[in-house]
């Protein structure tokens, strides 16, 4: 076969007809990433989509539904993520057209179409393979990939040496219900149970059985090459390849290592963070350092206003506060932590990766447990479980601290989780060291920490907040 190269001011683009007056194949290549770049994305978006609600993996096409659609307010569309990994996935069509933006990973993509229809194929099984044309995508490629519903399609990396994953993506469905749906496709989508597998039809064994025979030969296949950086069979094309290679084998392995972690912040009038420069009267900390010198005393309490409260009992929505203190810390915090520990050691006080108010939850004191889990001083729940309180806390050389998170489940459409903190100074150095972190404990740590700790119950618990001012 003779190799034509275009040079174009635009993006490397193919459109591939469709014989049977349907869309078109319609291949973009939008933006050259960073050496290795598409396999570190794969692993850590793999591992993020891995934990969403939605996921399901099937016909090694691992997806999930990240927008459903809302037919009562007549939109039918829905958004997708999926995935293909380094052994590719089957030949497969959808009813409905397909619209997708990808990152290929370090090794390329190899995209496989057939526009042959379901009713050709059964007939001839060769009739497949004369409608075929493949598109090579390079390592660490954004590409956009459209199609319209009954092309069957395959994904593969194009170096396919089991090291390299294809692709991940974002599909766009803009109509579910569109194609020739069978029934039981149509009653997943109006239940709002579709996904991408239960969409999907597999090739029939006849025309597998032919791509496995020695009557297909890949290398005969028309292909076309999208390319930014350098033309295909060049040795600037070798050499990138060559180099990527390696990268995103270093970089996804990284991308494995690292905890798959992301944020969610609302900002939100209705839940705020109040302050208090003393203990409550109904707090359970007003018990303790009772017969000793105050020296440091603060509340604060966080205030959400939303629905079904009532729902929950305070008993376990403390569980997830103080889970939420052990597994969401601030991460200045934490930086603040290591800093502190770093100069009180050679002085012989305690340290903690956790902020003081909590740090004494990663002790080994099994005496007094909270939930058969977490070690406290004091505890008390109130008859209707809608009060649980719980007191932490250690005396060091230089101060005793006393802290108290509880719940308080006010009614119907108000939950407050708070957190106070009390400190009896035992000498000079320990007056010193509070006046010295007094203000970034008042205006930063505690409040912060709290915060941190309420978003991980709101994420765990489901809770619905009012954000409607």
């Known amino acids: 076969m003779q190799n034509l190269t275009q040079v174009v001011d635009t993006f490397p683009s193919v459109i591939i007809p ?23 994305l794969f692993s850590k978006v793999v591992a993020r989509q891995q934990g969403h609600k939605n996921f399901i993996d099937q016909h090694d096409e691992p997806s999930a539904k ?24 089957p030949f497969h069509c959808h009813a409905g057209n397909r619209f997708f933006t990808a990152v290929s990973g370090s090794g390329g993509t190899q995209l496989r179409f057939s526009v042959a229809r379901l009713k050709e194929i059964v007939k001839d099984p060769k009739l497949f393979i004369q409608s075929m044309h493949f598109i090579n995508i390079p390592a660490d490629c954004m590409f956009t990939v459209r199609f319209g519903g009954g092309t069957w399609h395959q994904f593969l990396p194009l170096t396919r040496n089991g090291v390299h994953p294809a692709f991940f993506a974002l599909s766009y469905h803009a109509n579910e219900l569109g194609g020739d749906l069978s029934d039981n496709q149509k009653e997943k989508v109006l239940t709002n149970e579709a996904s991408i597998p239960a969409l999907t039809e597999l090739l029939p064994d006849t025309v597998n059985d032919l791509l496995d025979s020695k009557l297909f030969q890949a290398e005969q296949i028309p292909t076309t090459t999208l390319a930014l950086d350098a033309p295909s069979g060049t040795f600037h094309r070798v050499v990138c390849d060559n180099v990527r290679g390696p990268i995103g084998r270093l970089r996804g392995f990284f991308g494995t290592w690292e905890r798959a972690s992301g944020f969610v912040t609302q900002t939100n009038q209705r839940s705020k963070i109040k302050e208090l ?31 079904g409260y009532n729902g929950h009992s305070a008993t376990h929505l403390l569980q997830s506060a103080l889970e939420g203190f052990l597994l969401n810390p601030p991460q200045g915090v934490s930086w603040l932590m290591s800093f502190r520990n770093t100069l009180v050691k050679p002085l012989g006080l305690r340290t903690s990766r956790l902020g003081c108010p909590v740090s004494s939850l990663l002790l080994k004191n099994q005496q007094n447990l909270f939930a058969n889990r977490y070690p406290v001083l004091d505890q008390h729940i109130d008859s209707k479980d809608r009060i649980a309180q719980v007191v932490l806390g250690a005396d060091d050389k230089h101060l005793k601290f006393r802290s108290c998170i509880s719940v308080h489940i006010i009614d119907d459409e108000t939950l407050e989780i708070r957190l106070g903190s009390r400190v009896h100074c035992k000498n000079l150095f320990g007056r010193f060291y509070m006046s010295a972190i007094n203000n970034v404990h008042r205006n930063y740590v505690s409040p912060t920490m709290l915060r941190k700790a309420v978003d991980y119950v709101i994420s765990q618990e489901g809770l619905s907040l009012n954000l409607k001012q």
Not at 19 to 40: C, F, K, R, T, W
Not at 286 to 305: G, P, Q, R, V
């Open 66 to 89: 990240l927008g459903s659609t809302n037919l009562p307010l007549n939109d039918p569309s829905a958004l997708y993520s999926f995935a293909v990994g380094s052994k590719g996935h």
């Open 277 to 307: 420069n003393y203990t409550p009267k109904e707090s359970l900390l007003s018990k303790h350092l009772a017969d000793e010198t105050i020296h440091h005393d603060d509340s604060f309490i966080y205030s959400l206003h939303g629905s």
């Open 18 to 40: 469709n014989n049977a007056d349907g869309l078109p194949i319609e291949v973009s290549v939008i933006g050259q990433l960073g050496h290795g770049a598409g396999n570190q």
